[in-house]
C-alpha cells in the first residue's frame, strides 16, 4: 500500500510540475518577426521579444516561423 501511494504522489508531482514548467515559457515574436517556440534554435539568445501564450497566438499577430 505504501509503495502505491508513494508512487502516485510522485507521478502526481512529476506531471504537475512539467505542466506548470511548459505553461511558464512564452512563445517570443522577435523584433524581426519570428516566433520563436521554447527550445527552438534561437529561444534563449532572443532578448527583445512580444510575449505570446502560444505558437498559434504569435502567428495570427503577423509573425512568422524562422526559416531554419
Known amino acids: 500500500m505504501f509503495m502505491k501511494s508513494t508512487t502516485i ?3 502526481s508531482t ?3 510540475s512539467t505542466s506548470v514548467f511548459s505553461q511558464s515559457e512564452p512563445v517570443k ?3 524581426s518577426g519570428i516566433c ?3 527550445g527552438s534554435t534561437y529561444y534563449q539568445q532572443t532578448k527583445n521579444f512580444t510575449p505570446f501564450k502560444t505558437l498559434d497566438e504569435c ?3 503577423g509573425g ?3 526559416k531554419k
Do not use: A, M, V
Open 9 to 11: 504522489l510522485l507521478l
Open 14 to 16: 512529476i506531471f504537475i
Open 29 to 31: 515574436l522577435s523584433k
Open 36 to 38: 520563436h517556440k521554447p
Open 59 to 61: 502567428l495570427k499577430s
Open 64 to 66: 512568422r516561423l524562422p
